[in-house]
């Protein structure tokens, strides 16, 4: 049998070029479907191709406008796009409202671009958990660059850098509080920094209000993140802004950087499976298991501590495994 | 990664408003109303043809399409995205529409596969029991 063949059947489709098979199992993965696992387990030798570019920043500031901006120059250069947009679920129904296909446009009607949007469905760090695994269809799919539009709220959104090689964080002029209280998040996250909306007053002042800032350090490659100011609506500064991107990409290449940003994230993600799994026993044996039960008993009643409780569980879990 | 034993997965549905005409007040009302039911609502906003609204609701793998439809040219668009969708292989997708539709189309709409119709009347509750029934069950 040939490798294509010895594919589970869904993700076969997906190298086939089936968007609606990649739709579905992009679903399967957002649902924590388990028979998603096995298309995952095999289509990952068939990643690691495409690029990751994070687009990160607060509602409103145009980061759907600019990703139909991208979409638009990327498709020029002939790259074929995937884009994950993410957005808030509400905490009360559980529901949202993803609205950022009505901005990406170019989007439609074009078979080299795939746009999905995701509910963030009360993942707390900004990415929904499942969108590096989405990330990972797109590039079996066959997309070269992948752009991920994040929940923009600074400090909960530096999970988008366990996924993406670059990220830009996108701004606009006049945020001057906001850029001060989301400083810390912001810094940690963005290799590219875009000043948006620069056909509004204030633009300059912001451009070089964060070049300051941005001059005062670099991150632990030794890169400083440039400052582009671009009017995504009326296209200027997309380019230079790419250009920017594409230059901390061609730093990555050198001195072996990527390789070791991809194990870190690697490493991340497994680590992050087992805490999940081994986390879900735990709670599930909380529930059935009766010595469990007497034990969280005692710690109620005061009769051992929470820490020596612990304790306790983790020795029982080692044993068991 | 089994599915964590919480609650059901989203319905997933997709709002869209064909044709050329004014503004999609109605549409953003529902798809609020929707949300507000837990559902997610991939909301694509004004003039959209019918090929968009079947590409979009490929890509978004919904498990519901609602239109919302003004101009009077729903015997048009309606029927060509129920047709769309049987030439993708997406039938399972069911669709239903909102707006000022006379008695004779609806039912003729209804013939070629729209499952809801509802009028400027219907309320937002008669809305999500509908959406919630009509939904392609998850697989
Ligand atoms: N003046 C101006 N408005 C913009 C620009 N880019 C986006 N906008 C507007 O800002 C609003 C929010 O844009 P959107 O892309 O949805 O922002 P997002 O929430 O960051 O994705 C929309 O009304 C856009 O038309 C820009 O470069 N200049
Ligand atoms: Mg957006």
Redesign the interface.
């Known amino acids: 049998m040939s490798p294509v063949l010895r594919l589970p059947p869904a993700a076969r489709a997906v190298v086939a070029g089936d968007r609606r098979a990649l739709a579905r199992l992009i679903s399967a993965v957002e649902d924590r479907d388990p028979a998603a696992v096995a298309s995952l387990k095999a289509l990952y030798a068939r990643t690691g191709r495409a690029r990751i570019i994070g687009i990160t920043g607060p509602l409103g500031v145009g980061k759907s406008t600019l990703i139909n901006r991208l979409i638009e120059l990327l498709r020029a250069r002939g790259l074929k796009v995937g884009v994950v947009a993410i957005d808030p679920s509400s905490p009360f129904s559980g529901g949202s409202v993803l609205g950022d296909r009505i901005r990406i446009e170019k989007a439609q009607g074009d078979d080299g671009v795939f746009l999905r949007s995701m509910a963030s469905r009360g993942h707390a760090g900004g990415v929904a958990s499942a969108t590096r695994e989405v990330c990972r269809l797109l590039d079996a799919f066959g997309m070269d660059i992948i752009l991920v539009e994040t929940v923009g709220s600074g400090q909960v959104d530096v999970e988008i850098r366990d996924i993406a090689s670059t990220s830009i964080v996108v701004l606009v002029p006049h945020l001057g509080d906001e850029v001060q209280t989301l400083k810390a998040g912001l810094f940690e996250i963005a290799e590219v920094f875009c000043v948006n909306k620069s056909d509004l007053p204030g633009a300059e002042t912001a451009t070089r209000d964060l070049s300051e800032l941005a001059a005062l350090g670099t991150d632990r490659d030794g890169w400083r993140p440039t400052v582009v100011p671009v009017s995504a609506q009326a296209g200027t500064g997309v380019e230079t802004l790419w250009a920017a991107v594409e230059a901390h990409e061609t730093f990555l290449n050198a001195d072996g950087r990527r390789d070791r940003g991809e194990r870190r994230r690697l490493a991340e993600e497994v680590v992050g499976l087992v805490r999940e799994r081994v986390g879900r026993e735990l709670t599930g044996s909380m529930d059935r298991d009766r010595d469990m039960g007497s034990l969280l008993d005692r710690v109620a009643a005061r009769a051992i501590d929470p820490h020596s409780a612990a304790d306790r569980l983790y020795r029982e879990l080692r044993r068991s495994g | ?5 919480t ?1 059901p ?2 319905i ?1 549905v997709l709002i869209a408003k064909p044709g050329l005409d004014g503004h999609d007040r109605g549409a953003k009302v529902v ?2 109303a ?12 004004l003039r959209q043809t019918p ?2 609204i079947v ?2 609701a ?4 919904v498990d519901l399409i609602g239109l919302s439809i003004l101009s009077g040219a729903h015997m048009a668009l309606l029927p060509r995205v129920v047709k769309l969708l049987k030439a ?3 039938s399972d997708i069911p669709v239903f529409a909102g707006g000022i539709i006379p008695d004779e189309d609806a039912r003729s709409l209804r013939r070629v596969g729209i499952k809801a119709i509802f009028g400027p009347g219907a309320t937002l509750e008669e809305i999500v029991t509908t959406a919630r029934r009509l939904a392609r069950p ?1 697989s």
């Open positions: 990664m089994p599915r964590a034993a609650a997965s989203p997933r798809a609020r929707l949300r507000d039911a837990g559902m997610e609502v991939i909301y694509v906003g090929d968009d590409r979009s490929i890509e978004e793998d993708r292989k997406a998850r």
